[in-house]
């Protein structure tokens, strides 16, 4: 009796796992500025004629006590006209929240259906997206305009922290979020690094090794410039990232301060070490 050819093994349930498409799911581009020294919440949400809610966590898990922001971020909802990304399209509004320490984040929502190589074009289509990017400017310089009053010292820095979370609500099967990861590993790695061509094993180990989970039915994936979190209701944890992402830009924006003063301190102490040692070399 021949022995079976290892092509001819199938693994039981792989190819659902495989064939799982995304039944329904919304990708959320961010854009981080820093646009003055603080911002007056109150006074903005009276300036302020649009939509808008104060931006608050659901605590449906047990949540760190840091997480209570005093005050509430101001979450403002405007319409915006539709942008078109590889196939796929924005939603007709775009989210702008406003932190009391300065900073403003704009939201685009994406909602995304299909199978992964969609995700992984829509993923290539946002890296460095200029179109993106200037709506993203145009409304937040419309938006601090409107808010001036109520910003000290206003001020829009030229640097901005972008950010992408893919958020899987559900698949075509019921199938639980790992395995279904563990049956699509190479792909969802290529699409959290934005990558087109096929990665190495320890670039998709790489990009896989931040994996979290709270029970058996979500999981997120966190890497450099993009998330994948598979939960219907991941408010909590898309607040949590929105806040680190803003916490990424005032981080680099102060290191540019700080680096800009270590510049200036250091060319004042050289000339005045020059024109001492010229003062002195006078008497020689």
């Not at 915006?80 to 300065?102: C, H, R």
């Not at 029970?215 to 990232?241: K, Q």
Request: with cysteine; hydrophobic share 40%; aromatic share 8%.
């Amino acid at each position: 009796m021949n022995e079976p050819r290892a092509e001819a093994i199938a693994v039981p349930g792989l190819m659902p796992l495989r064939r799982a498409t995304i039944e329904k799911g919304t990708c959320h581009v961010l854009f981080a500025y820093d646009v003055g020294f603080a911002i007056d919440l109150d006074r903005s949400e009276e300036l302020i004629t649009a939509h808008k809610q104060r931006a608050k966590i659901k605590y449906k898990r047990r949540a760190p006590q840091s997480l209570h922001y005093s005050p509430a971020p101001l979450r403002v909802t405007q319409v915006s006209p539709q942008i078109k990304l590889a196939g796929f399209e924005t939603s007709a509004t775009v989210d702008a929240v406003l932190y009391d320490f300065g900073a403003v984040c704009i939201i685009y929502a994406v909602p995304v259906q299909g199978d992964l190589p969609g995700l992984l074009a829509l993923s290539n289509e946002l890296y460095d997206n200029q179109v993106l990017l200037d709506d993203s400017q145009r409304w937040v310089r419309e938006l601090v305009d409107t808010i001036q009053p109520a910003v000290a010292r206003t001020f829009l820095s030229p640097f901005v922290e972008d950010y992408v979370i893919f958020q899987i609500e559900s698949l075509s099967d019921p199938i639980p979020p790992d395995a279904w990861l563990d049956a699509n590993r190479e792909l969802v790695a290529q699409i959290l690094r934005s990558e087109t061509q096929p990665l190495s094993e320890q670039e998709v180990s790489d990009a896989l090794s931040c994996r979290t989970s709270y029970g058996r039915s979500d999981l997120t994936l966190i890497d450099w410039n993009a998330a994948m979190v598979f939960d219907p209701d991941a408010e909590d944890v898309r607040t949590i990232l929105e806040f680190a992402n803003v916490e990424l830009l005032e981080v680099r924006y102060l290191d540019q301060k700080l680096d800009t003063s270590l510049t200036a301190a250091y060319e004042a102490l050289s000339r005045r070490s020059r024109h001492g040692q010229a003062l002195f070399g006078s008497f020689a």
